[in-house]
T-cell receptor
């Protein structure tokens, strides 16, 4: 059953703590993305990766970090430098191409204790 | 950069009626326009998309129209059903990996 999985579904962060959100895909897609979704706002791009061991900053990369060691995995770390991390985080993937459809995972809701 | 505006932010329709959601974009270089449906607590699901070389596309009760001159595109849902209730997002892309999303429309279909 092909698709994108994200874990955990809910994540709680304490003050000053780094947390990592998991994103895995078995669609054999080259490109992967992380978006942040806040109430009443559109999706905003945090980071994206077109190929293993390479990634680029999106519009709101400050306070976040990523890695792309494997084609199927693109974890996102929310660092303590991100002062307002409470949001719904969405991972997506697509075939690498000129303009290709992005397919989304089910999301992770991050809450601050 | 590209700016996508979406209207209305909320929409209520009676079951069986039609629903129309409109988006405008600012960069004439945008050439791909997907629409996503997001149910509560879930990720967005692609429901239909259109490329700039096409003016209209239909898939059963869903259609999308594109007016490149006016730089706007619309989602049309006919014969609405309660299960159509969700948040709908439009997006625009000019190629590469950058998608620009609208702010979403919360559609409620009243039985």
């Amino acid at each position: 059953d092909g698709g994108i999985t994200q874990s955990p579904k809910y994540l709680f962060r304490k003050e000053g703590q780094n947390v990592t959100l998991s994103c895995e895909q078995n669609l054999n897609h080259d490109a992967m993305y992380w978006y942040r979704q806040d109430p009443g706002q559109g999706l905003r791009l945090i980071y994206y990766s077109q190929i293993v061991n390479d990634f680029q900053k999106g519009d709101i990369a400050e306070g976040y970090s990523v890695s792309r060691e494997k084609k199927e995995s693109f974890p996102l770390t929310v660092t303590s430098a991100q002062k307002n991390p409470t949001a719904f985080y969405l991972c997506a993937s697509s075939i690498q191409g000129v303009t290709e459809t992005q397919y989304f995972g089910p999301g992770t809701r991050l809450l601050v204790l | 950069g590209e700016n996508v505006e979406q209207h209305p932010s909320t929409l209520s329709v009676q079951e069986g009626d039609s629903a129309v959601i409109k988006c405008t974009y600012s960069d004439s270089a945008s050439n791909y326009f997907p629409w996503y449906k997001q149910e509560l607590g879930k990720g967005p699901q692609l429901i239909i998309d259109i490329r700039s070389n096409v003016g209209e596309k239909k898939d059963q009760r869903i259609a999308v129209t594109l007016n490149k001159t006016a730089k706007h595109f619309s989602l049309h849902i006919t014969e609405t059903q309660p299960e159509d209730s969700a948040v709908y997002f439009c997006a625009a892309s000019m190629g590469g990996n950058q998608f620009y999303f609208g702010t979403g429309t919360s559609l409620t279909v009243i039985p």
